[in-house]
């Protein structure tokens, strides 16, 4: 049974740091390009970062670049977003999600698979 579990989420002052962990049961990752998406109240889900399966090309969007890293431990079969300089519009609940295949994909509705969402709360 395919499974992507999130973790790591949590309550964070503005500024601080989380890591998030996308670990994965059922399938081997490495064929899997794994993408990080977030959802605020009343929002839209939107793509925040993704990787291929090689680890060879990466996503951000604007509004994370310098602050999140993507990376990947595909021995591990986890795939990580490291958030620094936290912001309290980044606030939402973060997902990820999972396709086999070796490019970058955008929109979420071309991801196969999704884990059950961990909460990020950016707040003073």
């Known amino acids: 049974q395919v499974q992507l579990v999130e973790s790591g989420g949590g309550l964070v002052q503005p500024g601080g740091s989380l890591r998030l962990s996308c670990a994965a ?9 794994i993408g990080w998406f977030r959802q605020a109240p009343g929002r839209k889900r ?7 399966s090689s680890g060879g090309s990466t996503y951000y969007r604007d509004s994370v670049k310098g602050r999140f890293t993507i990376s990947r431990d595909n021995a591990k079969n986890t795939v990580y977003l490291q958030m620094n300089s936290l912001k309290p519009e980044d ?3 973060y997902y990820c999600a999972c396709r086999r295949t070796d490019t970058l994909i955008y929109d979420p509705y071309e991801y196969d698979y999704w884990g059950q969402g961990a909460q990020v709360t950016v707040s003073s």
């Open 25 to 33: 049961s059922g399938f081997a990752m490495n064929y899997y390009t």
């Open 46 to 52: 939107e793509g925040v970062s993704s990787i291929t």
């Open 91 to 93: 606030t939402a609940v």
